[in-house]
């Protein structure tokens, strides 16, 4: 079948433009007019001889309506060689090209045949030539043509996402749904030209002459046999349902196979000429996500990868220095992993400033000293060290925890305590100012003198001196009025970026911060483009990333779907309007803040001057002043509402800078803001409230302390996990494991343990009352015409207080204790002790004291009714119901809980209306829905989350990332799970993550982000997508590992490990199974005890039985039968029947008729087939 002269070969992605596309569409679809192209790239699997499979969008219009088709092309570029056979002819590149087509004109029709019943099956004498009808759905071809004189295919079909092959053991047949896997993943890779003719029913003339003769093989049989060894192992992990694919394929001769073709289809597909020649199966083991130990990563390999990433960013020598840039950081991230390379790393490095400066400045330096970098590096550990050294000193002379709760000596040393640590901070901002002073000097003496007067200054904590030696450098570049242009702001990008180069040297910068494309594609809606985590370089003194949520440097932020472009070089008066209420609104209100807060660090300190005062003129405007008072202090409290609220046991994790660190500083920003003072420092501002008397004097004290308390804790937990490591636990460090774990190369240790939790109690006892100030300045208009801003101590150390922080922090005992000794306290307020009795009767629901907890919830009831009535509305009436709804929802009386949650929510409903979004009916409404969920009722179930749903995002916006939201996802993807969907179950978990890791960072290690990289893992098993699988669950596990350190008994772990184990059993690769399932056995073992009995114990127990029953080690698989029988029997009952019983039995008389032992394998047949027909 010619092709038509008007049709051209496509050899590259630029000829697939509208007009080709439109003449390959009008052969079936007549009268198309194709409007726009949109190339989505490159599909390597389905590299070919010389080719690719290119995957790309037509838009058009036929019959007066829009049409949008989503298709492949095969390239073929004769121009590019080939990859083992360079010098080979471009006669001998059609040769091959003639092979590939050979194999799947022959393949093919007897692959499909397979779907065809039995009857139809057999091949008619002198009918060889006619391939079988069938109705089994193939790709839409819309144009497959052969030029007869080169036989190279132009090829346009349907785009076909392959799930892989579907591959059984001989004599297996495969059903309907896997030969359409089949096929689809033919199609998609090689474009299979002849299917045309097979859709119309027509016969290929021509297949018996394509066969493939003893000449053809032999003439490529020394070019291609070394590949054929190292390919198939990796090739193999293609094939999860061909458990000894593997063995096979390195017992067989392919070449005598192929001659033979006697084998049936299937193992054709996997060992045609075009498997090794194409390289299909190099370019395939290269998309495969390849398991790993996360334990034991191979640092080496991604080492590899990361430089040879950063030899293609180098290549790219463009004008722009983010290239530059990006190979560096690339390079450093590759440094951080192996040593190995680190003398040609700084070598390829030094060339990228020779190459930075030369290529965007058009500076020609070749003097760039060798040490730089390492006397950069040098000047930051000195900084380090100075503050570790200086805090060993304020410890000894200032110690308030060595004191007694009771004892007035500890608020004084605390007092004392808190100015050291203030000139701790000082100082620290004067190391970092000058340290970057010099490095601006640098880059100047090297780019030449800058065209006008300018000045950096400093943004966030290096303004208000809260900075640490791991913190981010947030900065901007002001320029003189009048010099505006862009030759300026060409000279001042430049500038940037050859800082950032040398920023970037420190090696302190990860990866994600890059926001590379093809690693962390921030501005993808599919979260699977962002992808890459980097837990192993030291998070320290970098440029804030360039995600859009961040980039508060000079470059500012990218265009994204919704905002345009932020410089952040500007003229002083330009800097101020981010202040104008519009501008400020548009671009979220906390870049105007982070901008009304600077400090100088570089440059003219006059221009930093001039600046100041153009903000004096903003924050003096009376109006926006009290509107971004009261804004500030709502976003206060909601990203700090549910701080001390009830914690998970999971979550006896703090994140230092959002739970702890945040608060003081956005209420002191909400202070100053509210009081008119200009100051950027949190300390001078606490001075300046003192001396205005808008506080009083001892309201300052505990202000200083409180903020003292969280700055040091920041530092302390940079310092303890080597870099910007947020994690903190309140609790006793667990005592290492037995076993030593290789992972010092791999993880960092992450969390840092406070030695001492009364740091915490006292930080908690001035953070809830100021809490409660910031609140009531909110709700009464009086305190904004009143000198006096905080009308009450900020500082409780009431049994109440503590009691209810003890709780909180996990402390039950101390917890127990202040809130009894409360009650005694309270006398005769029942309100106060209705309060008490809710927080005793919560302390017994914790430790699973269920009648405790309905006591104290009852009696709280009948106090609150004494008090308000029992038929008037009140929320704390409505709060009684709903904790007695959560006490016999955990007695396991699902519809006694309903029945009470109803009646708090009939409650709520009449005080806030019928139809009102409320957080508290949010709650409510999700309990009802999770009582359903345990009933088994998940419709209802996900009726009344859905509900949730709705409520919450009316409440905080419908595109607001928050953690109730990201909650309710969960929720309802883990009911559609039990439902059977796994598809909807995805795509909530999906939104979940997402919205999470918005949240909580997207580089960060938190407990609900591993636990959704885990369940989303377990669905894609569930889909059969076991390489997604493996992608999620290596994630989750690698970031518990980095939660929880290298402490591997931990509840979360052990699921984790089974699953990667389940999976590797899935893949055929029973060895990595094997380690997985052995893992999570030692865990599960560790966690419930060496002699329990437990069902996850035993389902590690049948799976590693799987294993060696594979493996041909039917006594070991026995053994391990057997111990999984006897404590499934123990679990169950000895006589009860049991599908797992069920299974095991039949399991054992696999493994003993594998043995030869008929009368055991009989026996336990026999005792499995009675046990099903008693269940069945």
């Known amino acids: 079948m010619a092709t038509k002269a008007e049709i051209a070969i496509p050899q590259s992605a630029e000829d697939i433009a509208p007009f080709w596309v439109q003449s390959v569409l009008q052969k079936d679809l007549t009268g198309i007019t194709v409007t726009d192209v949109d190339v989505k790239g490159s599909i390597n699997q389905g590299e070919g001889f010389m080719s690719d499979i290119i995957a790309f969008d037509a838009v058009g219009i036929r019959n007066g309506t829009s049409q949008r088709y989503s298709l492949v092309a095969k390239l073929t570029d004769f121009k590019r060689p080939f990859t083992i056979l360079k010098e080979c002819p471009k006669d001998f590149h059609i040769k091959l090209e003639l092979t590939e087509v050979k194999f799947y004109s022959e393949a093919v029709p007897e692959l499909l045949s397979v779907a065809i019943p039995g009857t139809e099956r057999e091949s008619k004498p ?80 021509e297949k018996y002459d394509w066969i493939l003769s003893r000449s053809d093989i032999e003439g490529m049989r020394g070019t291609l046999s070394y590949q054929y060894q190292t390919a198939v192992k990796e090739f193999a992990t293609a094939f999860p349902d061909q458990a000894d694919l593997t063995a096979r394929l390195e017992k067989l001769d392919p070449y005598r196979e192929i001659l033979k073709l006697a084998e049936g289809p299937r193992l054709k597909v996997i060992c045609h000429v075009g498997s090794w020649v194409n390289n299909i199966m190099i370019k395939q083991a290269n998309v495969i996500f390849v398991p790993t130990d996360p334990n034991k990563p191979d640092r080496c390999k991604e080492a590899e990868c990361l430089c040879r990433l950063g030899d293609v960013r180098r290549g790219k020598r463009t004008r722009k220095g983010k290239k530059f840039t990006q190979a560096a950081a690339l390079y450093n991230t590759a440094m951080a992993r192996t040593d190995k390379i680190k003398d040609s790393v700084t070598k390829r490095l030094q060339e990228m400033e020779q190459w930075l400066l030369l290529y965007t400045a058009n500076v020609n330096s070749t003097s760039i000293p060798s040490d730089q970098a390492v006397r950069h590096k040098k000047r930051l ?173 000079p470059f500012g932020r990218d265009k994204t779907k919704r905002k345009p472009s932020v410089s952040l070089i500007q003229t002083p008066a330009n800097m101020a309007t981010f202040q104008h209420l519009d501008i400020a609104v548009s671009e979220g209100y906390h870049l105007s803040d982070i901008l009304r807060r600077p400090v100088f660090l570089a440059g003219d300190e006059a221009l930093a001057s001039k600046y100041v005062e153009k903000l004096l003129d903003v924050i003096t405007d009376d109006r926006l002043s009290r509107f971004q008072s009261r804004l500030s202090c709502l976003e206060i409290i909601s990203e700090n509402r549910g701080q001390l609220s009830k914690y998970e046991p999971t979550g006896q994790l703090l994140n230092v800078k959002k739970d ?215 929320f704390d009436i409505a709060k009684s119901f709903a904790n007695l709804g959560v006490s016999w929802s955990s007695f396991g009386d699902q519809s006694k809980a309903i029945s009470y949650y109803k009646r708090s929510l009939e409650i709520m409903k009449t005080i806030y209306g019928d139809s009102a979004a409320h957080p508290n009916i949010v709650k409510v409404l999700t309990s009802i829905g999770s009582s359903w969920m345990i009933l088994g009722d998940q419709k209802k179930a996900i009726s009344y989350f859905e509900k949730s749903l709705t409520m919450t995002k009316t409440i905080y916006g419908d595109n607001t990332a928050h953690r109730d939201i990201a909650s309710l996802f969960q929720t309802l993807g883990s009911s559609w799970r039990d439902l059977g969907d796994h598809v909807k179950t995805i795509s909530y978990h999906q939104q979940s993550l997402t919205m999470l890791k918005t949240i909580y960072g997207d580089n960060t290690a938190h407990p609900e982000i591993a636990y959704l990289l885990q369940i989303l893992g377990e669905s894609w098993m569930k889909l059969g997508d076991y390489r997604k699988t493996v992608s999620y669950i290596e994630q989750s596990l690698t970031m518990m590992t980095t939660i929880y350190g290298d402490k591997k008994a931990h509840p979360n772990i052990a699921p984790a490990l089974h699953s990667l184990g389940s999976c590797m059993i899935k893949l055929g690769d029973f060895k990595k199974a094997i380690v997985y399932l052995e893992q999570s056995l030692t865990v599960k073992k560790t966690i419930y005890g060496h002699n329990t009995t437990h069902p996850a114990i035993a389902a590690t127990l049948v799976n590693l039985g799987l294993c060696w029953s594979e493996l041909g080690d039917h006594m070991k698989a026995i053994s391990y039968y057997e111990q999984s029988l006897v404590m499934l029997k123990t679990v169950y009952g000895d006589s009860k029947a049991h599908s797992e019983i069920t299974m095991m039995l039949l399991n054992l008389g696999l493994s003993w008729n594998k043995l030869v032992d008929h009368t055991k394998s009989i026996s336990y047949f026999e005792q499995s087939l009675k046990m099903a027909k008693t269940i069945y």
């Open 126 to 205: 002198g009918k060889e030539d006619h391939p079988p009808t069938d109705s089994l759905f193939l790709p839409k071809c819309y144009f497959a043509a052969t030029d007869p004189n080169s036989m190279v295919s132009v090829r346009v079909m349907e785009n076909l996402k392959s799930q892989g092959f579907s591959i059984k053991p001989n004599r297996q047949p495969l059903s309907r749904a896997e030969m359409m896997l089949a096929a689809g993943a033919l199609a998609q890779l090689h474009g299979l030209s002849h299917l045309l003719e097979l859709r119309s029913g027509k016969p290929l003339p």
């Open 381 to 553: 550990e000195d900084s380090s060290s100075r503050a570790k050294s200086q805090l060993e000193v304020i410890d000894q002379q200032y110690n308030p925890y060595q004191c007694k709760q009771e004892d007035p000596k500890m608020t004084t040393v605390e007092a004392e305590r808190a100015e050291a640590i203030k000139a701790l901070f000082k100082s620290i901002a004067k190391d970092r100012q000058s340290f970057i002073q010099d490095l601006v000097d640098e880059c100047v003496g090297t780019l030449g003198p800058p065209p006008c007067k300018y000045a950096f200054i400093g943004l966030g904590s290096q303004a208000t001196e809260l900075v640490t030696p791991y913190s981010d450098l947030e900065f901007a570049i002001l320029i003189e009025e009048g010099k505006d242009n862009d030759a300026t702001r060409r000279y001042f990008i430049n500038l940037t970026h050859y800082l950032h180069l040398k920023v970037i040297n420190l090696g302190e910068t990860i990866l994600p911060a890059m926001a590379i494309p093809s690693l962390n594609d921030f501005q993808s809606e599919e979260p699977v483009k962002d992808w890459f985590f980097d837990y192993v370089t030291p998070r320290g003194f970098a440029f804030d990333g360039f995600m859009p949520w961040a980039s508060k440097t």
């Open 660 to 874: 702890i660190y945040r608060f003081p500083s956005l209420a002191i920003e909400l202070l100053a803001l509210r009081c008119r003072i200009a100051l950027s420092s949190a300390w001078d501002v606490i001075e300046r409230l003192k001396e205005m008397e808008n506080i009083e004097e001892e309201n300052a004290k505990h202000l200083k302390v409180l903020t003292s308390i969280s700055a040091e804790l920041r530092l302390r937990t940079y310092m303890a996990n080597g870099g910007q490591r947020d994690s903190l636990s309140p609790l006793a460090e667990m005592k290492a494991q037995e076993e030593t774990q290789d992972v010092s190369d791999s993880i960092l240790r992450s969390v840092f343990y406070i030695p001492d939790t009364k740091v915490l109690l006292r930080y908690y006892c001035r953070a809830i009352p100021l809490k409660r100030c910031i609140a009531a300045m909110l709700q009464d208009p009086v305190h904004y015409k009143s000198s006096r801003v905080l009308k009450t101590s900020i500082f409780d150390t009431s049994n109440e207080c503590l009691g209810f922080i003890a709780k909180t922090l996990l402390l039950s005992n101390i917890s127990l204790r202040h809130l009894e000794a409360a009650l005694t306290d309270a006398g005769s307020d029942a309100i106060k002790r209705a309060e008490l009795f809710d927080g005793i009767g919560h302390h017994w629901l914790g430790h699973g004291d269920i009648s405790k907890a309905k006591f104290y919830f009852a009696q709280s009831l009948k106090l609150r009714q004494s008090i308000y009535g029992e038929t008037l509305p009140h």
